[in-house]
T-cell receptor, first 118, second 116 residues
Framework: AQTVTQSQPEMSVQEAETVTLSCTYD???????LFWYKQPPSRQMILVIR??????QNATENRFSVNFQKAAKSFSLKISDSQLGDTAMYFC???????????????FGKGTKLSVIP | DTEVTQTPKHLVMGMTNKKSLKCEQH?????MYWYKQKAKKPPELMFV???????INESVPSRFSPECPNSSLLNLHLHALQPEDSALYLC???????????????FGPGTRLTVT
């Protein structure tokens, strides 16, 4: 079974600053996907960024980037130039990649509540 | 269009009521999911449909009954719920290929359910 650990229950950052959210995972799989989802107080779960395990290059999406360390099983999210709209719960998630019923399941971490302070 | 819609946004129901939650997507996705989310917790998977067939039921009580009438629509029928079933119910969809789900799941805004 996979586990995803987010060790920071809450974090805060000043507007325009940079913040890094941590995520580690445990798996015996070699082929998988990792995601960061954002859930603002409005509650819609939004996909922020994804990473395929077979890709060595770290994914980036505008102000969001990841530091993917496969050997260390670490997948941190860096938010640059933080904005008030980044205030949200951030979930790290893992998905295996193989056929069969189990392939559909996202395993979520417990989340990190990020507050951006004006 | 990466939109998943859910209705209603809020629902209050008694323990003897029967109600339904609705989810719709028009992205051509053939895998659809129901999740239950309690406050300050991550979503918990309930059901997965792939090509309109139920492929995963995560040991959900029978008072929750999913239905997938077509490739765009997913329902969750509720009957004789308990107060502990009060939660945010999220629907998601993703591509599915040869019975496997592709990796990106897109979530709807959720239905906030309160059971009195």
């Amino acid at each position: 079974a996979q586990t995803v650990t987010q060790s920071q229950p809450e974090m805060s950052v000043q507007e325009a600053e940079t913040v890094t959210l941590s995520c580690t995972y445990d798996t015996s799989e070699s082929n998988y996907y990792l995601f960061w989802y954002k859930q603002p107080p409005s509650r819609q779960m939004i996909l922020v960024i994804r990473q395929e395990a077979y890709k060595q290059q770290n994914a980036t999406e505008n102000r969001f980037s990841v530091n993917f360390q496969k050997a260390a099983k670490s997948f941190s999210l860096k938010i640059s130039d933080s904005q008030l709209g980044d205030t949200a719960m951030y979930f790290c998630a893992f998905m295996k990649h193989y056929s069969g019923a189990g392939s559909y399941q996202l395993t979520f971490g417990k989340g990190t509540k990020l507050s951006v302070i004006p | 269009d990466t939109e998943v819609t859910q209705t209603p946004k809020h629902l209050v129901m008694g323990m003897t009521n029967k109600k339904s939650l609705k989810c719709e997507q028009h992205m051509g996705h053939r895998a659809m999911y129901w999740y239950k989310q309690k406050a300050k917790k991550p979503p918990e998977l309930m059901f997965v449909y792939s090509y309109e067939k139920l492929s995963i039921n995560e040991s959900v009580p029978s008072r929750f009954s999913p239905e997938c009438p077509n490739s765009s629509l997913l329902n969750l029928h509720l009957h004789a719920l308990q107060p502990e079933d009060s939660a945010l119910y999220l629907c998601a969809s993703s591509q599915a290929w040869r019975g496997r789900a592709s990796y990106e799941q897109y979530f709807g805004p959720g239905t906030r359910l309160t059971v009195t």
